[in-house]
């Protein structure tokens, strides 16, 4: 079953980011079950949404690649992750 996660992390910043996204490289090497993610910026800070195949694609990422990675950056906070199942998912230009 396809998942929507949203996390929201207030305390990361844009060269957070950045570099976690550098080093973790899921656009060079897309996650298994990975199928959209959208990171912004807004006034509370740091936001993801993402669609996964599944809730364990999502949680194998996070524990095998996504917390080494927010690790070695050295970024000490807790993200907040709601995680809820798909009900249509609609992605025009693929």
């Known amino acids: 079953m396809p998942i929507v996660m949203r996390m929201s992390w207030p305390e990361v910043s844009r060269e957070q980011y950045e570099a976690i ?12 079950g990975a199928k959209l993610h ?6 509370d ?4 949404v993402d669609v ?3 809730a364990q ?13 927010v690790k070695k950056i050295g970024v000490k906070s807790q993200p907040q ?3 809820s199942e798909a009900h249509a998912i609609f992605a025009p230009n693929p």
């Not at 800070?45 to 993801?48: A, E, I, K, L, Q």
């Not at 694609?57 to 990675?69: A, K």
């Open 38 to 43: 959208v990171a912004y910026f807004a006034k």
């Open 57 to 69: 694609d999502f949680s194998t990422f996070v524990e095998t690649r996504l917390t080494p990675g």
């Open 81 to 83: 992750i709601e995680i």
């Open 21 to 32: 996204r550098k080093d973790v490289n899921w656009e060079g090497v897309p996650p298994r």
């Open 45 to 48: 800070g740091f936001h993801v």
């Open 52 to 54: 996964w195949d599944s």
